[in-house]
């Protein structure tokens, strides 16, 4: 055999190596082909390509392993079985751009299925050598680098403890200042990630400087970037007054109320998911907020969007009002119970009607005059309604069935507490439980002693007859609320409302002899 035939050889070997790896990457992508590449062995297959001798099968290896991985975690924990990991990280020094954002995206697609996974990936080495590609010529192995190391530290504070140990925290802050948007976007989604566990995590990221540079971006034109950029500046303030004040410090406001009017449902869900973790801290965040503008700016982004992207507004509300009777009124003259109103009625999702009552409930707690603001929206008959929901009494198994009624109950009784709207506490008098029914009779048996007219209107609507209907036990606190009510009015009024009074008048006229 000649020597051009022994290199025609190589050659077809190569070819063949060429040709069954790329087929293994594109079958790859797409999921129908997944169960049987596995069957066939694939991943046995691909390994020792990983250290071939031509560079473009080792890349193109890598790439079919990752997407192998991504799919499922059973896949995933068989790269690990099959020590990959260790050779991939060995590599990522050594080669080119092409292969690093290959193994970097073979790294991710292992860490992002669960702790144990990105376990893996951490003790392979692979946090060191990922950080060292943070400061990469290349912008597209930062962004891969900056993508795994997100997909590790979003699990739990210890890996995220495990990233900032590997120095990539600083490196990230870099990132974020490229032109590139891409890496911009990624290291910032990054960051948010670490920062999410812990105040200590948070502090981190704040002492590499990347809360005035996060702030800088707020205003940028691009929506992705503009998600992960609240995001990450949500995930630092949430954690205490302190981090909380530090994001106030960097001017966000009033800049941030811009993206409550943003066409990216994303950018005004995580704008007010920012203001909300300010809020939620202290009366003295929720003011500067109020000062700012930021209220009027909430409500009018709730009144102007549908489902979760009202979740987090509805709640800085409430936040807001929960405070102090001064907060809660600056809500109320912000018009800000009609919205919350309308999510009660509109919404479909438990959790987001629970928040809304939730938040009606902080609003009307504080006063006679907040109580009765709510009130007046004739609203108390929907948190009754949404209370007794008998479809939530059956599906109890779920966690916001449970707390749309909980939330439902307890605003009731925030209001009520203070309510001397009597209308409204008429309107709920023949419908509600005794549980609500005590907060109902305590709060008549407050106006109507000082109050002849309201002891008029008792009498006409049927709210006596009403109260007389109800069965007490004696010596509880309902039963002196009754008690207190009935002296309010004349005994033969009291004994004429009362059950079965009329049917002993009748028995008096059938039995009646008269004087002739």
Same mark, same amino acid.
């Given at each position: ?26 079958l790859s992508a797409r999921p129908q082909n997944i169960g049987t590449l596995r069957d066939a062995g694939v991943m046995s297959l691909l390994r020792p390509l990983l250290l071939d001798v031509v560079p473009t099968i080792q890349q193109t290896a890598a790439l ?14 068989? %790269? ?16 080119n751009r092409f292969y690093k954002k290959a193994a970097a995206f073979v790294l991710r697609a292992v860490g992002k299925h669960s702790p144990q996974l990105a376990q893996a990936v951490v003790e392979c080495g692979a946090l060191e050598a990922l950080a060292v ?18 997909? !590790? ?19 990230? %802050?870099?990132? !974020?200042?490229?032109?590139? @948007? ?23 990221? %704040? ?87 930021? %209220?009027?700016?909430? !409500? ?62 902080? @609003? ?55 309510c001397t709207d009597l209308p409204a506490l008429e309107a709920l008098l023949h419908d509600a439980p005794p549980n609500i029914m005590k907060h109902i009779v305590g709060q008549f048996s407050k106006v109507l002693p000082h109050d002849s007219k309201a002891r ?13 209907? @109800? ?46």
């Amino acid at each position: 055999m000649s020597q051009r035939q022994v290199l025609q050889v190589f050659e077809q070997y190569q070819r063949a190596r060429t040709h069954f790896v790329q087929a293994v990457a594109e079958l790859s992508a797409r999921p129908q082909n997944i169960g049987t590449l596995r069957d066939a062995g694939v991943m046995s297959l691909l390994r020792p390509l990983l250290l071939d001798v031509v560079p473009t099968i080792q890349q193109t290896a890598a790439l079919a392993l990752g997407r192998l991985a991504n799919y499922n975690d059973d896949l995933a924990e068989a %790269v690990v079985k099959g020590d990959i990991l260790p050779q991939l990280v060995c590599s990522l020094s050594e080669q080119n751009r092409f292969y690093k954002k290959a193994a970097a995206f073979v790294l991710r697609a292992v860490g992002k299925h669960s702790p144990q996974l990105a376990q893996a990936v951490v003790e392979c080495g692979a946090l060191e050598a990922l950080a060292v590609c943070l400061e990469d010529f290349d912008p597209g192995v930062k962004e891969a680098a900056a993508w795994a190391l997100g997909y !590790i530290a979003q699990h739990n504070a210890e890996l995220s403890q495990a990233v900032v140990d590997a120095g990539a925290v600083p490196l990230l %802050v870099l990132c !974020i200042q490229e032109p590139e @948007i891409a890496l911009k976007r990624i290291a910032a989604s990054t960051l948010s990630d670490i920062s999410k566990h812990s105040p200590e995590l948070a502090q981190t990221v %704040v002492d590499a400087g990347a809360i005035a540079f996060l702030a800088q971006m707020i205003l940028n034109p691009d929506a992705k970037l503009k998600r992960q950029v609240l995001s990450a500046l949500s995930q630092i303030a949430k954690h205490s007054v302190d981090l909380a004040e530090l994001v106030v410090e960097a001017e966000i406001f009033p800049v941030v109320l811009t993206c409550l009017k943003d066409s990216d449902e994303y950018v005004k869900k995580n704008g007010a998911t920012l203001i909300r973790e300010i809020a939620k801290h202290s009366p003295e965040l929720s003011q500067f907020i109020v000062n700012a503008g930021g %209220v009027a700016a909430v !409500i009018d982004c709730i009144g102007s969007c549908k489902g979760t992207v009202r979740l987090p507004g509805i709640m800085m509300l409430g936040y807001v009002a929960a405070h102090s009777e001064n907060l809660s009124m600056a809500v109320i003259v912000s018009k800000g119970i009609p919205p919350l109103c309308a999510c009660l009625i509109e919404e479909h999702e438990d959790h987001i009607k629970a928040a809304a009552a939730w938040a009606l409930g902080q @609003i009307g707690r504080h006063t006679p005059e907040h109580a009765r603001a709510v009130a007046v929206t004739n609203v108390l008959s929907t948190l009754l309604s949404m209370y007794m929901d008998i479809r939530s009494s059956e599906d109890l198994q779920l966690k916001a069935s449970i707390f749309k009624v909980y939330a439902a109950k307890r605003a009731l009784k925030n209001i009520l507490q203070k309510c001397t709207d009597l209308p409204a506490l008429e309107a709920l008098l023949h419908d509600a439980p005794p549980n609500i029914m005590k907060h109902i009779v305590g709060q008549f048996s407050k106006v109507l002693p000082h109050d002849s007219k309201a002891r008029r209107l008792f009498v006409i609507t049927g709210g006596l007859k009403k109260v007389q209907e @109800i069965k007490a036990e004696p010596g509880s606190l309902l039963q002196e609320y009754i008690n207190t009510i009935n002296n309010c009015f004349p005994e033969e009024i009291v004994r004429y409302y009362s059950p079965g009074y009329s049917e002993m008048l009748l028995e008096r006229v059938e039995n009646y002899q008269p004087v002739l």
